[in-house]
């Protein structure tokens, strides 16, 4: 039978498939796709891959390329309209050319990029954004925070090598009255898709030493709307809001508010501005202070004026009615003097007798007593003399006896002791590897350790056999398993 069959090479597939493509889609055209990587080569052509989500899904993907000159005109004309160069993450409108290689498939050639697209993106996200939260009830949460009295602890979410953050510090330690804060820096990213788990993780770490803070700060540089994207993204706004300590920006812009500055408890378009806030709350207390203290002093000074004016009238009346109350004390004391002095003299007779009574009574007394305590002990004195004779005769007669059985009990334990050593001698004799082995058993090895699940027989290893005469070494050629080997 014939083989009619036409068959085609693969370069001849492609090449058809080229020039289909090329004659079916030889014009330009707009996409609407996110830039996911721009992957730029050190020869200045950028190779992007392109994505399209619908619920954080990807639902189509293809591969892109930008050519050096084309990449420098689309990436100069971004900076000029956005102020930020051509970022990953971000969704564009595109002129692409369909494209087709024999050798790197299908891809899209992107010739252009309106910058203008980009912008409108950025409001739409910021709208989504604060819908969601509205919704939920999160966006004025932080804001129903305690402001505390004096925020002297600040734990500032910022990149180290920020001028805003310079800017900031600069303004908080230099302050004209000299107040002192305790700042500790969380560094994090500001800017970019990167800046959203940087600064959530930031928070994060910030939560669990809560109670050393007062405020937390975020501060930064200024910057072009689409170095602000990540302030209006969902996951970012919802961590600030829902935080547990009053939340300050200060991240540099004179634009539209975004939506992190928007659920914050306060915001400032710089970090000078920011800085100056929180010292402002100082200088009101401060200020609070010294006019409490002016009004203390001059309250003071009117009591003290009355109270003075008042003593001394108090004090020519207190004059007067103590002189009165001394004489009548005068009088009073001599007339009780000599009534004590005849009372006193009749009680001492009274107590004299008593004492001489009681000095008869007492010597009769300790006579009786001596004589009653001499009888006693001599009576105590014989029971204890017999007792002891008693104890020492039980005990002498006791040591005796333990004295004759001793020899008897000693002998027994040694005959009873020798017979079990005996069987223990007898019983490790009979398991001695040796004598195992001259009854016609040998033992195998591998690498010096008896063969086990843990160390398994393997073709082209040495085993090691030892009899009770020879020790053989042998290559491992062949394994058999036992089916009736337990496991």
């Excluded at 305690?146 to 979410?157: D, E, M, R, S, T």
């Excluded at 082209?460 to 491992?476: A, L, N, R, S, W």
Aim: proline content about 3%; some cysteine.
């Amino acid at each position: 039978m014939s083989d009619n069959r036409q068959i085609f090479s693969l370069k001849q597939v492609a090449a058809s498939i080229r020039k289909v493509i090329e004659d079916r889609y030889a014009q330009l055209y707009w996409i609407r796709a996110e830039m996911h990587k721009l992957n730029r080569y050190p020869s200045g052509h950028c190779f992007p891959e392109l994505v399209q989500k619908e619920d954080d899904k990807i639902v189509a993907q293809m591969n892109a390329s930008i050519w050096k000159h084309n990449y420098e005109r689309i990436n100069q004309n971004f900076i000029r309209v956005v102020k930020e160069p051509l970022q990953e993450g971000t969704t564009l409108l595109m002129q692409v050319k369909i494209t087709f290689h024999e050798t790197f498939g299908l891809s899209l050639q992107i010739m252009d990029i309106d910058p203008n697209y980009s912008l409108g993106e950025l409001q739409r996200e910021r709208q989504e954004t604060l819908l969601k939260l509205q919704k939920e009830g999160l966006l004025n949460l932080n804001q129903k925070l305690n402001y505390p009295l004096l925020p002297k602890h600040i734990a500032i979410i910022s990149a180290d090598t920020s001028k805003g953050l310079s800017d900031f510090r600069n303004v908080m330690a230099n302050n004209a009255n000299g107040y002192q804060f305790f700042m500790h820096l969380f560094p994090a990213y500001l800017q970019g898709d990167v800046a959203i788990p940087s600064i959530i993780e930031q928070l994060k770490k910030i939560e669990k030493v809560k109670h050393h803070f007062d405020v937390v700060v975020i501060v930064r540089g200024g910057g072009g709307e689409v170095g602000l994207s990540c302030y209006n993204n969902y996951e970012l706004c919802k961590s600030i809001a829902q935080f547990p300590l009053p939340i300050l920006t200060g991240i540099g812009h004179s634009t539209n508010l975004t939506v992190a500055e928007m659920v914050a408890f306060r915001n400032a378009i710089t970090p000078t501005e920011l800085a100056d806030f929180l010292i402002g709350s100082f200088q009101e207390i401060d200020l609070y202070l010294r006019e409490s203290q002016r009004s203390i002093i001059s309250v003071t000074k009117n009591i003290i004026e009355r109270s003075k004016s008042g003593l001394t009238s108090e004090v020519k009346l207190f004059k007067n009615v103590t002189e009165k109350r001394v004489m009548e004390t005068k009088n009073s004391l001599v007339n009780t003097s000599s009534s004590m002095k005849n009372g006193v003299k009749l009680r001492m007779q009274k107590e004299q007798e008593f004492i001489s009574n009681s000095q008869i009574s007492i010597k009769r007394s300790v006579k009786e007593l001596v004589s009653q305590q001499n009888t006693g002990l001599k009576s105590v004195n014989e029971r204890i003399s017999k007792g002891a004779t008693y104890v020492f005769r039980e005990q002498r007669n006791e040591l005796n006896s333990i004295a004759d059985h001793l020899p008897k009990l000693t002998q027994f334990f040694m005959q009873k002791n020798t017979t079990i050593l005996t069987q223990f001698e007898q019983t490790i004799r009979l398991i001695d590897p040796i004598n195992v082995l001259k009854r016609g058993y040998s033992i195998a090895l591998i690498e010096g350790k008896i063969i086990s699940e843990k160390n398994p027989v393997e073709l082209g290893k040495t085993m090691i056999v030892k009899t009770h005469q020879y020790e053989i070494e042998t290559e491992i050629k062949k394994i058999k398993e036992e089916t009736n080997s337990s496991k």
